[in-house]
């Protein structure tokens, strides 16, 4: 009966290095959002994944990074060669199904790049 | 870029006064959600209003949407300290599912 969990909550690395962000959606959520949050910023739109359908990627600033969902639950957030530029919070959220439903969103990963 | 812009970017309001934000969109929607944020973490929804209608009450909260302007309101009344946070509007567009948040509107609520 828990909500929508991400790990770790806090992350540094060093620049260059791969990093792997996790989330667990609510059980039977269908559809689950990744955004990413710059300080003072507002969200934005990562991956969309939906059921079995192809996701949406068109959010992902760049090739290094790459989200995959398995079994239509648990997804992981994979940033590889991290950049400076890529130290953010990152939020995921799920919602059961339809575009007008409720998002519930993690408490989200705060990634620091040095 | 992002389709909501919320004003005033920030907000500062003594405890039992209404505190008002605003949203501006672009395109045409289905939806519009408004979201809380506390200490830059995850979001808690608060009300959604949908695009035929008007107005909508949750508890302390009433949320306006004008279609013609593209355009929504939050209204908080009788504010509270616990109010003290970050606030979101979140539009799709019509036929999607791509949610588009805006940049906030930052609260703080003097006891």
């Known amino acids: 009966g828990a909500g929508v969990s991400q790990s770790p909550s806090n992350k540094v690395t060093e620049k260059g290095k791969d990093v792997e962000l996790r989330c667990d959606p609510i059980s039977g959520h269908t559809a689950l959002y990744w955004y990413r949050q710059s300080l003072g910023q507002g969200l934005e739109f990562l991956i969309y994944f939906q059921g079995n359908s192809a996701p949406d990627k068109s959010g992902l600033p760049s090739d290094r990074f790459s989200a995959e969902r398995t079994g239509g639950s648990v997804s992981t957030l994979t940033i590889q060669r991290t950049q400076q530029e890529d130290s953010a919070v990152y939020l995921c959220?799920?919602?059961?199904?339809?575009?007008?439903?409720?998002?519930?969103f993690g408490p989200g990963t705060r990634l620091t790049v040095l | 870029s992002q389709q909501g812009e919320e004003d005033p970017q920030a907000l500062s309001i003594q405890e039992g006064e209404n505190a008002t934000m605003n949203c501006s969109y672009k395109t045409s929607i289905n939806n519009l959600q408004w979201y809380r944020q506390n200490s830059g973490r995850g979001l808690v929804h608060l009300i959604l209003?949908?695009?035929?209608?008007r107005e909508k009450h949750s508890g302390r909260l009433r949320v306006t949407l004008d279609t013609s302007k593209k355009s929504s309101s939050l209204l908080i009344t009788a504010s509270r300290a616990a109010d003290t946070a970050s606030y979101f509007c979140?539009?799709?567009?019509?036929?999607?599912?791509?949610?588009?948040f805006g940049t906030g509107t930052r609260l703080k609520v003097l006891a």
């Open positions: 979140a539009t799709d567009s019509s036929g999607t599912y791509k949610y588009i």
């Open positions: 209003i949908r695009s035929n209608e």
């Open positions: 959220a799920s919602l059961a199904g339809t575009s007008t439903d409720t998002q519930y």
